[in-house]
């Protein structure tokens, strides 16, 4: 049985007390990401459920400070132990998120379908009839737009800039009569 709906988030053990622990976590709501600050919803498990895997002892230092042990839904209940020999790094500067992390998240299938839906939402509103062509069957836009997110990945592409108007001009260099 899971632990929760997956919308709620995970849940942890700590040693610190509850001050820390809260004035740890409203330090860690906002994180670097390609040197600019962002904010980072690690308590949505959806997530937090993707880094954990490729979290190093670094991550753990820094981001998740308080934490001894984690227990989340992945789909199935998983416990994550802090590692050994792992200090406490403080919460006076902010976390980056390294490339490993990157790498993680973009490798996911929970973002390759969120990008994918942007993408396609994208579409849908300011190409209505070419979407409505390309999404047949129904859903086949969202897996052709996903299947070219994995091919950029596969060619060790940075995806996380790529558009709508990025995969309309690979239709267009395809296929010239698309658009």
């Avoid at 600050?37 to 937090?48: E, N």
């Avoid at 737009?145 to 558009?163: A, E, F, P, V, Y």
Wanted: charged share 20%.
């Amino acid at each position: 049985k899971t632990l929760s709906d997956n919308s709620w988030g995970w849940a942890y053990r700590s040693e610190d007390l509850w001050t820390q622990q809260l004035n740890h976590w409203r330090s860690r709501q906002q994180v670097i990401l390609r040197e600019r600050p962002v904010i980072l919803r690690s308590m949505d498990p959806r997530i937090l459920n993707q880094l954990l895997p490729a979290m190093i002892i670094s991550d753990w230092s820094g981001f998740l400070t308080p934490v001894s042990e984690l227990m989340i839904d992945a789909p199935e209940p998983q416990i994550y132990s802090r590692p050994e020999n792992c200090g406490k790094g403080g919460s006076e500067q902010p976390f980056v998120l390294d490339s490993h992390l990157l790498y993680a998240w973009h490798h996911s299938d929970y973002a390759l379908q969120g990008m994918a839906s942007v993408i396609g939402d994208n579409l849908w509103e300011n190409h209505g009839k070419l979407a409505i062509k390309l999404d047949k069957p129904r859903g086949k836009l969202q897996e052709q737009i996903t299947h070219w997110l994995k091919t950029h990945l596969g060619n060790g592409d940075d995806i996380s800039n790529l558009t709508s108007a990025d995969y309309l001009q690979m239709l267009n260099e395809q296929y010239p009569t698309t658009g």
